[in-house]
């Protein structure tokens, strides 16, 4: 009896040992915290993915949407989140301007987590709204410095993407608008089509179906080259703007200390997706690519994550942007 007792017990606690949850991982759904509002270019990214990552991963992917403080929010809850694999982040160019923006960071980007692998690069999209009185970029230019503040620009937040491209536009014209931030930048586009808001700046996952219908006014992108399904508007360098380029780059996060069996199995989740032709396809469709294979590793993503820290750090500096 005691004999079963104990036999049972020693059982209990392999099966309950790291690295046999690990073996046996996804043994439930696994969440994608996602760090702005549903119907947003990250989170559609993310509903991509989490498609996509369901078969190679062997179990369900959810799209946990937790929005606030330009995505800060939700990269603060999963570093502290329980490091088995249960919850990863889907998060982008934002990591890496945060410690910079943010006199208070309580994560660190490189040490808080086990990187994953990048996703994608996606470039912006300078848009008004469709009533927006400027045919082109130049009458775009002119209005805005006729205006200034009385013209509004939408963005997700201190932190988000769209924060940095209209900063770094404000900057290159030489001239401050009205900022309206949001949960996200889907719900900007509604207000944006509406007409509440004059313009913002967004990745093209958000924004390509919306020119196409004629919903929005598009004056340009913020590619060194022009994007291929977009290939109508001229990029912002092109315009005037010498050098403005944005890359939203999206990349998958686990809580630091996840096991490593687990990081694997993520990574070649990841790695398997991007190569399947209908994610290729849906991204084509939104005007990005899935990133090439050798960057979608743990090394890679850590690499180009720690290069980014250290490229828009002095760029924010000299913009002279914080937050609390
Ligand atoms: N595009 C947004 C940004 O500006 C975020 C989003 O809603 O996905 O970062």
């Given amino acids: 009896m005691i004999r079963n007792i104990l036999r049972g017990a020693v059982l209990a606690a392999i099966f309950a040992s790291p690295l046999a949850q690990a073996q046996q991982y996804p043994s439930k759904a696994v969440s994608i915290v996602v760090p702005f509002a549903?119907?947003?270019?990250?989170?559609?990214?993310?509903?991509?993915?989490a498609q996509a990552m369901a078969k190679p991963l062997g179990g369900q992917l959810i799209v946990e949407n937790r929005p606030g403080a330009g995505g800060t929010v939700a990269a603060e809850y999963t570093a502290k989140a329980n490091?088995?694999?249960?919850?990863?982040?889907l998060h982008h160019i934002g990591m890496s301007t945060a410690p910079s923006l943010y006199r208070t960071l309580r994560f660190s980007p490189l040490e808080s987590f086990e990187h994953i692998g990048l996703i994608?690069?996606?470039?912006?999209?300078?848009?008004?709204?469709?009533?927006?009185?400027?045919?082109?970029?130049k009458e775009l230019l002119a209005y805005v410095k006729a205006n200034?503040?009385?013209?509004?620009?939408?963005?997700?937040?201190?932190?988000?993407?769209?924060?940095?491209c209209g900063m770094l536009f404000m900057s290159a014209i030489e001239t401050d608008l009205t900022t309206i931030p949001y949960k996200g930048t889907g719900p900007a586009m509604n207000d944006l089509i509406g007409g509440q808001v004059d313009f913002m700046c967004d990745q093209t996952t958000n924004t390509?179906?919306?020119?196409?219908?004629?919903?929005?006014?598009?004056?340009?992108?913020?590619?060194?080259?022009?994007?291929?399904?977009?290939?109508d508007?001229?990029?912002?360098?092109?315009?005037?703007?010498?050098?403005f380029e944005v890359g939203v780059w999206?990349?998958?996060?686990?809580?630091?200390?996840?096991?490593?069996?687990?990081?694997?199995k993520l990574v070649a989740a990841l790695q398997e997706s991007l190569k399947d032709p209908t994610v290729k396809q849906r991204f084509n469709d939104l005007g990005t690519d899935p990133i090439a294979q050798d960057k979608a590793t743990p090394a890679a993503h850590r690499n180009?994550?720690?290069?980014?820290?250290?490229?828009w750090a002095p760029l924010i500096k000299k913009a002279g942007v914080y937050a609390d």
Avoid: C, W
């Avoid at 196409?212 to 399904?229: D, E, H, L, N, Q």
């Avoid at 180009?304 to 490229?311: D, T």
């Fill in 233 to 243: 508007i001229p990029t912002l360098d092109e315009q005037g703007l010498k050098g």
């Fill in 250 to 264: 999206h990349a998958f996060y686990a809580p630091k200390g996840t096991p490593k069996p687990v990081v694997d």
């Fill in 148 to 164: 200034k503040s009385k013209v509004s620009y939408a963005n997700a937040g201190i932190g988000s993407a769209s924060h940095l």
């Fill in 38 to 49: 549903a119907g947003g270019p990250t989170d559609t990214v993310a509903r991509v993915m």
């Fill in 208 to 231: 390509t179906g919306q020119i196409r219908a004629g919903k929005v006014k598009a004056y340009g992108v913020t590619s060194k080259v022009r994007v291929p399904s977009l290939k």
């Fill in 83 to 89: 490091p088995d694999g249960y919850t990863i982040l």
């Fill in 120 to 137: 994608n690069d996606v470039p912006m999209t300078l848009v008004a709204k469709p009533g927006f009185p400027a045919k082109d970029f």
């Fill in 304 to 311: 180009h994550l720690k290069a980014e820290i250290e490229k």
